[in-house]
């Protein structure tokens, strides 16, 4: 085999990855069959063909496969309820100092020069779900677009659930 | 209207050609050879038939030393029952046609 075939046969070994990658879980045995059938595809440019035609074929398949994903099993996904876990732990944090306060003689909440650990904490648990956020989106948004919006605008209510109680309270 | 279902021409020429051989185990890339469907057709064919039950797969040890084993299928009873359908309703529409040109 030269140079250029096995620079040819490679692609085909990278489409042919590409095409199992994509088909969903539940029918992983027919890309581990796409693959396995490259393998005895003498060929090169015809193992390549082979290969593009089973990246579409995984594609059609998954586009078929979309509506699988309800916005329940969505939602159960860890980088779904992390960061809605995230902002709503935020949430219970601002209550919890709120009731606190209450309960110690102040009137509520006020703005403090010297940030707590409170404080510190809510702004944690807000900017440390944006990479979690960002990760689902990539992941999920090409694969059920529709339930990934869903969960995203639910992510960003809660998000901004968390937040408001800092914009009206000035805190 | 809906178009009844595995009635497209690609999804005839699979049957016919896996009718041609009922008992034996036939792989991906023969069939495509045979068929002359591409792999971004044949797939979706073959993966719509097993889901039907017109369809078993299994994996079977290559004949090549060295090589992976290999997806290999066959049409259940029914996908034979619905391939003779199907082949003897192309025949019957083959005649028909033939019968109406030599009329005219």
């Known amino acids: 085999m030269n140079a250029r075939a096995s620079l040819v046969r490679r692609l085909a070994l990278a489409l042919i990855a590409h095409a199992a990658d994509v088909l969903p879980p539940s029918r992983s045995p027919w890309g581990e069959a796409m693959k396995h059938e490259l393998d005895h595809i003498d060929g090169d440019v015809e193992a390549v063909r082979w290969a593009a035609g089973c990246v579409i074929a995984s594609y059609l398949e998954r586009g078929g496969r979309k509506m699988d994903q309800s916005f329940g099993t969505m939602v159960r996904k860890p980088s779904a309820f992390l960061p809605l876990a995230m902002s709503l732990t935020a949430l219970a944090l601002l209550f919890g100092a709120y009731i606190f306060a209450l309960a110690t003689g102040q009137a509520g909440l006020e703005r403090q020069q010297d940030e707590g650990a409170i404080a510190h904490l809510w702004q944690l648990l807000m900017a440390g779900q944006l990479p979690v956020l960002i990760f689902f989106a990539i992941k999920w948004l090409p694969r059920a677009p529709r339930q990934t919006l869903y969960v995203l605008a639910l992510q960003a209510g809660a998000a901004l659930a968390a937040m408001a109680p800092v914009y009206f309270l000035n805190l | ?104």
């Open chain 2, 1 to 104: 209207m809906a178009r009844k279902p595995n009635s497209s021409a690609q999804t005839r020429k699979l049957v016919s050609a896996m009718l041609r051989q009922p008992r034996a185990w036939q792989y991906g890339y023969e069939l495509s050879k045979q068929t002359e469907l591409k792999s971004g057709t044949l797939y979706p064919l073959l993966i719509r038939l097993s889901d039907q039950g017109l369809l078993e797969s299994k994996w079977q040890e290559p004949e090549r030393p060295g090589k992976p084993p290999r997806h290999a299928y066959k049409l259940t009873s029914n996908g034979l029952a619905f391939a003779r359908e199907t082949v003897a309703t192309d025949t019957a529409s083959t005649a028909r046609r033939e019968l109406a040109g030599a009329t005219t």
